[in-house]
């Protein structure tokens, strides 16, 4: 499953009232290439992922795409020159620093 804070939520359903204008539709995250992501306008399909906000699919994310992405937060990014959805990526066991298991506390 792939997570998404509250803030994205709230701009993807900014975006998908404004910018789809249709409620057959959500925006799409999609694979464009080798690391690029965009958000394309489509219709739910067995197996994706429905995020929801306020009783609205705020964002579709297809069965291949959840696996890749597992465990990792979706969030919304507003700096002066630009806006963008930030894919922050959950770590396995292998990309922590050490290599090693983290300890449980007692």
């Given at each position: ?5 509250e ?8 975006l998908?009232g404004?910018?789809?204008g ?13 690391g ?16 929801e ?8 994310l ?14 919304w ?7 963008r959805?930030?894919i ?9 620093p050490?290599?090693?298991?983290l300890?449980?506390?007692?």
């Amino acid at each position: 499953m792939v997570n998404v804070t509250e803030r994205a939520k709230r701009r993807l359903k900014q975006l998908a009232g404004t910018k789809l204008g249709r409620s057959d539709t959500a925006p799409r995250l999609v694979l464009a290439g080798t690391g690029i992501f965009g958000l394309v306008a489509d219709r739910e399909s067995d197996g994706d992922q429905r995020v929801e906000h306020e009783g609205r699919v705020v964002l579709l994310l297809g069965p291949s795409l959840v696996r890749s992405l597992a465990g990792s937060t979706l969030d919304w990014d507003e700096a002066p020159h630009h806006a963008r959805l930030v894919i922050k990526r959950a770590r396995t066991w292998a990309e922590r620093p050490s290599g090693r298991a983290l300890r449980r506390a007692a």
